[in-house]
């Protein structure tokens, strides 16, 4: 009978007219014709399996009409509709659309925010590529490096190619040692003036070659010797041959760059379905496994758990996302980043089924609660994943079992922490 309706209404027949001559509800038929006429208006963009969707929904269609103009809204809508979905359910959908575009509007803002880290990095890069070919900086090395060109034995030359080292430290690019001396050494070089501790950086050549030029030849060259961190090992005589490896390293940084920035792009115009994806996924979370209790009890959990970050020295906040994850806690200091995953109940902790993924973002990952029975529970999750108790006021009691240090910790996450920080300072959100 539907399709004999819509056929009826595509023939230009009046709706009063169709009651009629079927026997059918004038109501029916005028809902009929709404949800006709919405199909045909997302039909314009829509694939064929998602129209087939659409069609399955009957006159429950009719509760997408709040965002009929919203495309990508009713795109990404349309590859959740399954069969069997209710008008109760649609109506839910399209009742939390403000906070699934303030989802997107939020991950919309941190997408932005990492552009600009990702183009003030490019173009930190670019700047020191400008100065690594400046004729001035050319030219001081030049200077510089003669002493050590200049000498005739090839073989002593050859060990100084391998003790002294290109570095680059606050915009600035210069000479330093490129191994480890032993300590005697290193104190002449420091007392004579040759070198200035902290960078190592060799500010009289002519002192640090007359000092080390005997120990040179006693310590093969100085091959056994480890090397120092963060700098660039020279193997040519002339300066410009010895900064070639420092450009061509920062051009490959500004490709990888580019292409975070691609990246980044990319999953900007995947936001609206991201956004409508963490909703639904709490939502399933929290409508099958959070309690009412839970309810009330996590985000004092939360607290409990950022208060113990705060005095314990750490940076903290709550419920930062990243990825297709939400952290309950995260705080970072100098050092180590930290997550704190808040549970309730044995339900919610037996349930979530992403918190081990957690550690490829952090150097420790602790669970914290204030029942006893997930904690005890909690210890046998991963032999890595830390257990924290607080107690029945939600404060600290006692560490469970420490977090081994996993190493992974995700510095891109520090700036959003401090973001997220300071509009919750300024919004109150």
């Known amino acids: 009978m539907r399709e004999k309706i819509i056929n009826l209404i595509e023939q230009g027949i009046s709706l009063k007219e169709i009651s009629e001559n079927l026997g059918v ?31 399955s929904l009957g006159n429950n269609i ?11 809204l009713i795109i990404t809508l349309a590859d959740y509709i399954y069969d069997g979905i209710t008008r109760k359910e649609i109506e839910e959908i399209v009742s939390s659309i403000d906070e699934i575009r303030e989802r997107k509007s939020n991950l919309i803002e941190n997408y932005d925010f990492e552009l600009s880290i990702i183009n003030e990095k490019i173009e930190y890069l ?54 480890r001396v032993n300590l005697n050494l290193w104190n002449k070089l ?31 060259y100085y091959k056994d010797f480890e090397k120092e961190r963060n700098i660039v090992e020279i193997k040519h005589l ?13 051009n490959n940084k500004i490709i990888e760059y580019k292409n975070k920035i691609e990246n980044v ?51 903290s906040t709550i419920e930062l996302s ?60 991963d032999s890595r994943v830390g257990v924290i108790k607080l107690n029945d006021g939600f404060g600290f009691q006692e560490v469970i079992k420490e977090a081994e240090n996993l190493n992974n910790g995700d510095r891109s996450l520090v700036p959003y922490i401090n973001k997220k920080n300071s509009r919750k300072f300024i919004f109150g959100y």
């Open 265 to 315: 792009r990319k999953d900007i115009g995947k936001s609206t379905k991201k956004a409508i994806n963490n909703y639904f996924e709490e939502r399933e979370i929290r409508n099958k496994y959070i309690t009412k209790y839970d309810s009330i009890t996590h985000p004092k959990i939360q607290q409990g758990a950022a208060k113990w970050l705060y005095n314990s020295g750490y940076i």
């Open 62 to 72: 009719r509760a997408l009409a709040p965002i009929k103009n919203d495309k990508d």
């Open 322 to 381: 990243k990825d297709k994850y939400k952290f309950d806690v995260i705080g970072y200091d100098d050092n180590t980043i930290i997550i704190m995953e808040a549970k309730a109940s044995l339900a919610d902790l037996k349930n979530d089924k992403k918190i081990i993924d957690y550690m490829n973002y952090c150097d420790k990952l602790y669970i914290v609660s204030n029942n006893y029975s997930v904690c005890d529970e909690a210890k046998n999750i």
């Open 126 to 179: 670019n700047e020191q590529i400008k100065l690594i070919n400046s004729k001035d900086l050319i030219d001081l090395l030049t200077n510089q490096f003669r002493f050590i060109k200049d000498i005739e034995d090839k073989e002593i030359r050859k060990g100084y190619l391998n003790l002294i080292a290109i570095k680059v430290h606050y915009n600035r690019v210069f000479y330093a040692l490129g191994r």
């Open 238 to 250: 002339t300066v410009e041959n010895q900064l070639k490896p420092l450009i061509e390293e920062n």
């Open 190 to 220: 420091r007392r004579a003036e040759a070198i200035i501790p902290g960078a190592n950086e060799i500010v009289d050549m002519e002192k640090f070659k007359e000092l080390t030029i005997n120990t040179i030849k006693r310590n093969n």
């Open 25 to 55: 509800n004038y109501n029916t038929v005028r809902q009929i014709s709404v949800s006709n006429k919405l199909l045909k208006n997302f039909s314009e963009y829509l694939t064929n399996e998602q129209i087939e969707k659409m069609k």
